[in-house]
């Protein structure tokens, strides 16, 4: 039996909800991963410092005895955000703030409008070091669905980068080889999250055989030679600068199996087993410590975990839905097998 052990993972790029649904999502990033950067995209949105550690401490009650998970927490960006919230968030300990494009993904309506009118914001984000996080879309009307990612680099992620060149940057779940290409070749200061359905799926995993609404997130998943380019990114010779991110993101089944179905794939129940298939896809196996454990700590200024997982190379089923509050969750790949186990 193939067994590979590695340094235990931190998540860049978790959802987690509130409430019942967080009590429901939370352990299963807590039993894979030593810490998660979480996503601020509540209703109503986490915009101020006391908002943040409050957060923090419901998602701490969530968590199962002993646990050693580290939520690590976020800001989430609005037109009203100034400099002064900056001073104070890098203060408290805030890891990071996310830049949603109003209307991009699921509650961003109170994302930020105006890029240029934020730029106060931004500078003052250079100045103390503290990341900006990127969901890189544009969202034009006009702009077709499968090219807003391309678009946003051309029309303001570049200007961005020239104007304030030392901002360190996080462009998050990239799905295009345009944006793995831009990291690639930007500075140490810009970097990338990439999710495991962007790594193991196409668009024809979404739309082939009928519409597959546990497939649909944001960015949509993209063409087969995307799908490659990011394989590539990950475990070629600029993989430092790409790191664990799943976009965990629960919805209830009904709000995904609707008529104006939710933006979301949960994989947090068994992420790094997700990701060990797409390394060993890439015959990339002996990468997957570094972009699991060790390149986001380093981009961030954290050391790595100092524990370990170990997994085997064993096929493992996937329960039909997991409990979430009152309602179900139908988790990526459900009723179907992965091929790799986490051992307890």
Same mark, same amino acid.
């Given at each position: 039996m193939q067994i590979l052990t590695i340094t235990r993972p931190d998540d860049w790029h978790l959802h987690v909800r509130d409430g019942a649904a967080l009590k429901a999502v939370v352990p299963f990033s807590a039993r894979q991963m030593g810490r998660a950067l979480i996503m601020p995209n509540l209703k109503p949105p986490v915009t101020t410092v006391a908002a943040a550690m409050a957060y923090r401490e419901r998602i701490l009650a969530a968590l199962p005895a002993n646990s050693h998970f580290q939520p690590l927490m976020t800001l989430y960006l609005t037109d009203q955000s100034t400099p002064a919230l900056i001073r104070e %968030?890098?203060?408290?300990? #805030? #890891?990071?703030?996310k830049l949603y494009p109003a209307g991009a $993904? $699921?509650? @961003?309506?109170?994302?930020? @409008?105006?890029?240029?009118?934020?730029? =106060?914001?931004? !500078?003052t984000m250079a100045e103390l070091g503290l990341p900006l996080l990127v969901h890189g879309e544009v969202t034009h009307s006009e702009i077709d669905i499968f090219d807003r990612e391309a678009v946003f680099i051309d029309e303001l992620l570049q200007p961005l980068l020239q104007r304030l060149p030392s901002l360190k940057l996080v462009f998050e779940h990239i799905t295009t080889a345009e944006a793995a290409r831009l990291v690639a070749e930007a500075g140490e200061n810009i970097a990338a999250t990439v999710t495991p359905q962007h790594l193991l799926y196409n668009r024809n995993a979404l739309l082939v055989g009928g519409m597959q609404p546990h497939h649909y997130c944001l960015p949509v998943l993209k063409r087969e030679s995307h799908r490659q380019a990011l394989l590539q990114a990950v475990s070629g010779k600029q993989a430092h600068k790409f790191f664990l991110g799943t976009d965990s993101a629960p919805h209830a089944q $009904?709000?995904?199996?609707? *008529? /104006?179905? /939710?933006?979301?794939?949960?994989? %947090?129940? *068994?992420? #790094?087993?997700?990701? %060990?298939? &797409?390394? !060993?896809?890439?015959? &990339?196996?002996?990468?997957l410590q570094a972009f699991a454990a060790e390149n986001g700590p380093l981009f961030y200024g954290l050391t790595p975990n100092t524990d370990k997982i170990t997994l085997v190379k064993s096929n493992r089923t996937i329960p039909p839905y997991f409990s979430y509050g009152h309602e179900r969750l139908? =988790?990526?790949r459900a009723n179907g097998t992965i091929g790799w186990t986490m051992l307890e």
């Open positions: %968030a890098k203060a408290a300990g #805030i #890891i990071a703030c $993904t $699921t509650n @961003s309506s109170s994302g930020v @409008s105006d890029l240029w009118a934020l730029l =106060p914001v931004l !500078e $009904t709000s995904k199996e609707s *008529a /104006c179905g /939710c933006a979301g794939i949960f994989s %947090a129940f *068994a992420a #790094i087993e997700l990701y %060990a298939e &797409a390394f !060993e896809e890439a015959g &990339a196996l002996d990468k139908i =988790p990526l």
